[in-house]
């Protein structure tokens, strides 16, 4: 391929990632305009003179319900680590009977809709006392990622070699040592991924937020927005700046780690 | 997939002698490292499955979570639900929604990633910004969308009324006719970055040896394209198509926060029906029903997904 040729995809590239990215670049803009200008016709295609009332609002009404996403997120992403890191090394390493039926069963649990967990468990969580509550949200959320972690833990661990376990088990170590102080360590790159995900999947719920929380004593930022938006007299650079600050921890995943997104994306298999 | 069995050269004599003094106690403690996660898919997995099936034969009002009792009535919700005139309007929106948001997602996807399949610079990094729709939350893209087709100030109609491709602003999800389309749009929006990563690594699995094999025989780009690419992603086609399609049966968010379902059920899908029959009229039996005509169609699709990615692994295998 020639220079120019190639100078000429980059062009194209660009073009096609500007028009893609359009509603983004329309959401930031919006986010910067006061609630007057957004009445003009023809709209204020550039933030020329931007104002941060949009963002100033969005924290005042929506500041405690990303709060709540944070703990509810980090919640999910500890939980699910906990549960799924063992269970993957197990899948991946040990032949015991049943762990290719496992494996199976949780592929297929991805497929299950999430409507149908938030019908069913809305229930025994109005029984329980986990309407409302972090616990709650944590342990619904957890069936998004649970999962896909598993899955593509499983990848990771089971290119680990295992001459280094062997060599940890020699030296005396138990099966959970040796999984902790070997596995664990050489596996960190698909810990943060897993963990990552984890986090953002918890991050946009949006079925489980609005079936198990009335916003009495939690609200996660998506409900926030929804409720938000399907305010009559919305200001919709407040929304849009909530949306802005909702979206900080994809930006973040896709500048900082890239290269674990699409990992993400193929290595599950699955993304529900 | 990941079936592949572990490396053992070399270790397994050492394993022999540890687990001929333990054996039985090793695996015990083998299996403590699944059992958290078995206790978890039965609790949040299997069980609400289950429980979602007897819900479906029993009656649920808003009482029955105050006082108690939600008797068994057969067979009745499901009756209720074929003969209520939404049931149609449901399954054929839940139709156009997937097919339509399908095949231009995989069309997009595919024309995508055969571009930057081409190297080029900047070529990894553009392609990486393209992946932000996806891992934005769907809430968040729902209400960017919405605010773009707003009929009186949305970019769309100002858009369209500049370019006089109209001459009056749409009313893009006010109106029975188009809500739906509207929604569909935004849902496109949203996948293509899915169908993009995988068709473009399915691509890469191409060998490029091929190409070049084809260009010498004198073949055009759209003939390399028909012959070699198509056939030989065949495989992943299926897969992005399989998960697709279980993944935009559930889509929830996008038409939750755009129409609601409405207007007059007009972007109602089985999903926010569902939605809509046990968490607004609190009648859980109904909304238990939909559900499980839900998960059938799923379970249907899942096992073609489960039969295509033994096939690749079955032909990758074979390629060795």
Request: glycine content about 10%; charged content about 10%.
């Amino acid at each position: 391929m020639s220079t120019t040729q190639r100078v000429i995809n980059t062009l194209v590239g660009i073009v096609l990632v500007l028009v893609f990215l359009a509603p983004v670049y329309w959401m930031i803009n919006v986010s910067l305009q006061s609630s007057e200008a957004l009445l003009r016709t023809p709209p204020v295609w550039f933030p020329f003179d931007p104002t941060w009332s949009g963002y100033a609002e969005a924290l005042r009404t929506q500041g405690s319900h990303l709060l709540t996403s944070l703990v509810i997120a980090l919640g999910t992403v500890l939980f699910t680590l906990l549960v799924s890191a063992p269970a993957a090394y197990a899948l991946a390493r040990f032949r015991l009977r049943g762990t290719l039926a496992l494996v199976l069963v949780v592929l297929l649990v991805q497929m299950v809709p999430g409507i149908v967990m938030a019908n069913s468990l809305y229930p025994v969580f109005s029984q329980l006392g986990l309407l409302d509550s972090y616990a709650g949200m944590i342990l619904a959320d957890s069936t998004l990622t649970v999962p896909f972690a598993v899955l593509i833990l499983r990848t990771f661990m089971s290119g680990v070699p295992g001459e280094l376990i062997e060599a940890a088990r020699v030296d005396g170590c138990g099966q959970w040592r040796a999984f902790g102080s070997v596995v664990l360590p050489v596996c960190r790159n698909a810990l943060i991924t897993a963990g990552l995900f984890s986090f953002l999947f918890a991050w946009a719920d949006f079925l489980f937020a609005v079936s198990f929380t009335t916003g009495n004593t939690i609200q996660p930022i998506t409900v926030g927005i929804y409720r938000f938006v399907g305010n009559q007299t919305t200001n919709w650079n407040g929304v849009m700046a909530t949306a802005v600050l909702a979206s900080i921890p994809a930006a973040f995943l896709l500048l900082t780690a890239q290269r674990y997104v699409a990992a993400g994306i193929t290595g599950g298999g699955v993304k529900e | 997939m990941t079936t592949k069995p572990e490396p053992v050269n070399g270790t397994a004599p050492v394993r022999r002698v540890r687990s001929g003094t333990s054996g039985g106690r090793q695996r015990l403690v083998q299996w403590t490292f699944v059992l958290p996660m078995v206790v978890f898919l039965l609790l949040f997995f299997c069980y609400p499955v289950l429980r979602n099936l007897t819900m479906s034969f029993q009656e649920w009002t808003v009482a029955s979570f105050y006082e108690g009792g939600s008797p068994f009535v057969g067979l009745d919700n499901y009756v209720e639900l074929v003969t209520d005139p939404i049931f149609g309007t449901a399954v054929l929106n839940t139709v156009l929604f997937t097919v339509g948001s399908l095949a231009p997602q995989f069309a997009i996807g595919l024309g995508l990633a055969v571009f930057f399949q081409r190297r080029f610079p900047l070529s990894g990094a553009l392609r990486g910004l393209l992946l932000l729709p996806w891992l934005l939350p769907l809430v968040v893209s729902g209400a960017v969308f919405r605010w773009i087709y707003d009929e009186g100030f949305g970019a769309l109609n100002q858009l369209l009324l500049g370019l006089h491709l109209i001459s009056d602003p749409v009313p893009w999800l006010s109106s029975t006719r188009y809500a739906l389309l509207s929604a569909i749009i935004a849902n496109v929006w949203v996948g293509v970055p899915f169908n993009l990563v995988i068709l473009h690594s399915g691509l890469q699995a191409v060998p490029g040896s091929l190409y070049e094999a084809a260009a010498l025989d004198g073949a055009g780009p759209w003939q390399r394209f028909r012959h070699i690419t198509l056939p030989l992603l065949r495989p992943v086609i299926a897969i992005v198509l399989m998960l697709g399609l279980i993944y935009t049966l559930k889509v929830f968010d996008v038409i939750m926060i755009l129409t609601g379902g409405g207007p007059a059920n007009a972007s109602e899908t089985l999903t926010t029906w569902s939605f809509a029959l046990s968490f607004e009229e609190f009648d859980f039996g109904q909304g238990a029903a939909v559900g499980n005509i839900l998960i059938v169609i799923a379970l249907v699709f899942a096992l073609f997904y489960l039969r295509s990615i033994r096939d690749t692994f079955r032909s990758r295998g074979g390629r060795g």
